[in-house]
């Protein structure tokens, strides 16, 4: 077991990550890898945006890239960061410039292995994630997937990554990352969301807006904190806040009138078919 830890600390100590893409994402990962200790001498980072660049050299004090291509090349580890439009240029301009042992992260929504692997050349080994912007705090979970070409000391490597910002989870069947998009990856904005009309309602009601936006993401935090750590079902929870014939059961039933499950199914379903359908129309771009 601790013989385990020690090879997974030295791989990960022993590895360069560069980030193709600096935006959002890239920044919760690289927040948590410098957090769990990854030396900023070991991530680079490379974007078309100069300001966005300059700003994350200021913010974790490592080397920079306006090309791609300089940056792989360095790297035992690339992480593709950019939006999934972009994706298939990136990778046509690194086709066959990477070693063959370059272990490929996408992080993209919707762009499935087989066209990465295409795009890059193949026997690429990629890895292919879904993460979320929790990550930033380390309370990120992603699904990861992996091609034929990645090997056990690769996957133990992109876990370790992945891992320093949350909990992982692997599938087998990479059609299940559609579904963990439509869960998990947009599902921080849900609940955001939720938190936008609770605070809404609640300035509506008389709060001011400030105290109705606290009290809700409180609520929001405690009600996480309770449903992770609880032996009881979401749903066993919800029965213990409602009373009967009290304010909880009033607002369920509200919820329940308008239909509460399909608004949720619908939007899920949308997130889920855009992901399907983004993977559709890269899968056509040769
Ligand atoms: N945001 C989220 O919560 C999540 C996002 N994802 C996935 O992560 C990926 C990145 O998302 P996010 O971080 O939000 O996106 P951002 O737009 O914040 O970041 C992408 C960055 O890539 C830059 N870029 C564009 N073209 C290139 C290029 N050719 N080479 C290098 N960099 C380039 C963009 O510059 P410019 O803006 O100038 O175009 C931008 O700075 C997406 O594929 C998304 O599906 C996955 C899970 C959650
Ligand atoms: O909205 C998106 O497409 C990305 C993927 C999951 C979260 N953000």
């Given at each position: ?27 919760a ?6 957090n ?46 950019v ?47 879904m993460?979320?912007?929790?990550a ?6 992603t ?20 891992n ?42 008389g ?50 009138d ?29």
């Amino acid at each position: 077991m601790y013989i385990i830890l020690f090879f997974q600390i030295f791989v990960m100590q022993n590895s360069l990550i560069g980030f193709i893409g600096a935006g959002n994402m890239a920044y919760a990962i690289i927040s948590g890898l410098i957090n769990n200790g990854i030396k900023h001498n070991q991530i680079k980072i490379s974007d078309t945006n100069k300001a966005l660049l300059s700003l994350r050299k200021t913010e974790f004090n490592l080397e920079v890239f306006t090309d791609n291509t300089k940056l792989a090349i360095q790297c035992n580890v690339i992480v593709l960061a950019v939006k999934p439009q972009v994706l298939s240029s990136v990778c046509k301009d690194l086709k066959n410039k990477l070693a063959i042992n370059t272990l490929i992260i996408s992080i993209a929504a919707g762009v499935r292995s087989r066209d990465i692997e295409r795009w890059l050349g193949d026997n690429q080994a990629i890895v292919r994630t879904m993460p979320n912007m929790p990550a930033l705090l380390n309370q990120g979970i992603t699904g990861l997937f992996a091609n034929k070409q990645v090997s056990d000391k690769q996957k133990s490597l992109a876990e370790n990554i992945l891992n320093s910002v949350g909990e992982c989870l692997w599938v087998n069947d990479e059609g299940l990352l559609d579904v963990i998009t439509a869960v998990s990856g947009s599902g921080p904005a849900y609940f955001f969301l939720m938190l936008e009309s609770m605070t809404k309602v609640g300035a509506a009601l008389g709060l001011d807006e400030a105290v109705a936006q606290k009290l809700s993401i409180q609520t929001a935090l405690g009600a996480s904190i309770v449903a992770s750590s609880s032996e009881d079902s979401p749903q066993q929870l919800r029965n213990k806040v409602t009373s009967k014939n009290g304010t909880t059961q009033a607002a369920i039933e509200s919820f329940q009138d308008q239909d509460f499950e399909v608004i949720i199914a619908h939007a899920m379903r949308a997130a889920f078919n855009r992901a399907n359908e983004i993977g559709m129309e890269l899968g056509n771009d040769k």
